[in-house]
């Protein structure tokens, strides 16, 4: 009987292509099957390091269903790398269900680590984090983002968030009504042609941000409170 496989979940880049490591690339090559949560932003990472590799389309609608078949795959001994369009895996991402499943069967998994959005921000905040907490993308309902905010305004470290362009100033808007005008760092595009840094309290940033076009995704980070 054949040992079993390996999942590789693989960081790749949140935007510049230079930001991945020589292993995952190696990685990439080298294993059965790559699990890709876009296969366009795939096909470009491997177009342009001349990575030649099959491609599974997996997303968090349908990664419950997909990862019976790669853990069958896993179990025949064939090697699965698992990337996200952006940044490394099951944080905000896909990939949860199908590493938990693996964990369940025994099957190992490696971590191949690189470019994540949140070490990014956090290396630049500016904001004495050597303690914070990942919320990650608050919810679409106002209500529950309301009372998530709530929940999360008597911590005493710095919250790092994500938010789409579409509700990035209405989201700052009630950081301000919930928790105050606090300071804060926002980058948008991290690591690409237009990446901009917003930095100082919750209600400057939102007046910065209120005349610019949005594009892209925002992170930011706002400081923990100081009750």
Same mark, same amino acid.
């Given at each position: 009987?054949?040992?079993?496989?390996?999942?590789?979940?693989?960081?790749?880049?949140i935007?510049?292509?230079?930001?991945?490591?020589?292993?995952?690339i190696?990685?990439?090559?080298e294993?059965?099957l790559?699990?890709?949560?876009?296969?366009?932003? %795939?096909?470009?990472?491997?177009n342009?390091?001349?990575?030649?590799?099959a491609?599974?389309g997996?997303?968090s609608?349908?990664?419950?269903?997909?990862?019976?078949?790669?853990i !069958?795959?896993?179990?025949?001994? !064939?090697?699965?790398?698992i990337?996200? %369009?952006?940044?490394?895996?099951?944080?905000s991402?896909?990939?949860s269900?199908?590493?938990?499943?693996?964990v369940?069967?025994d099957?190992?998994? !490696?971590?191949?680590p690189?470019?994540?959005?949140?070490? %990014?921000?956090?290396?630049?905040?500016?904001?004495?984090?050597?303690r914070?907490?990942?919320y990650?993308?608050?919810?679409?309902? /106002?209500? /529950?983002?309301k009372?998530?905010?709530?929940?999360?305004?008597?911590?005493?470290?710095?919250?790092?968030f994500?938010?789409?362009?579409?509700?990035?100033?209405?989201?700052?808007?009630y950081v301000?009504?919930?928790?105050g005008?606090?300071?804060m760092?926002a980058?948008?595009?991290?690591? /690409?042609l237009?990446?901009?840094?917003?930095?100082?309290?919750?209600?400057?940033?939102?007046?910065?941000?209120?005349?610019e076009?949005k594009?892209?995704?925002?992170?930011?980070?706002v400081?923990?409170?100081?009750?």
């Amino acid at each position: 009987m054949d040992s079993q496989g390996i999942l590789y979940v693989i960081a790749t880049p949140i935007g510049n292509l230079g930001d991945i490591t020589l292993r995952a690339i190696d990685v990439l090559k080298e294993v059965d099957l790559v699990v890709a949560e876009s296969t366009s932003r %795939a096909l470009k990472l491997f177009n342009h390091y001349g990575i030649k590799n099959a491609i599974l389309g997996i997303s968090s609608y349908n990664e419950e269903r997909r990862s019976a078949g790669i853990i !069958r795959s896993l179990k025949a001994g !064939r090697k699965v790398a698992i990337i996200t %369009a952006a940044g490394t895996p099951c944080i905000s991402d896909p990939g949860s269900i199908l590493v938990s499943k693996c964990v369940a069967e025994d099957i190992e998994v !490696r971590a191949i680590p690189g470019a994540s959005a949140v070490s %990014a921000l956090v290396s630049v905040s500016g904001l004495f984090a050597d303690r914070f907490i990942f919320y990650g993308f608050l919810p679409l309902k /106002k209500g /529950k983002r309301k009372r998530a905010l709530e929940e999360l305004s008597s911590f005493p470290y710095p919250i790092v968030f994500y938010e789409s362009p579409r509700r990035i100033e209405e989201t700052l808007g009630y950081v301000l009504d919930i928790m105050g005008d606090r300071r804060m760092v926002a980058v948008k595009e991290m690591t /690409k042609l237009f990446e901009r840094t917003y930095r100082g309290t919750v209600s400057e940033v939102i007046e910065e941000l209120s005349g610019e076009e949005k594009r892209g995704e925002y992170a930011f980070m706002v400081a923990g409170s100081e009750r």
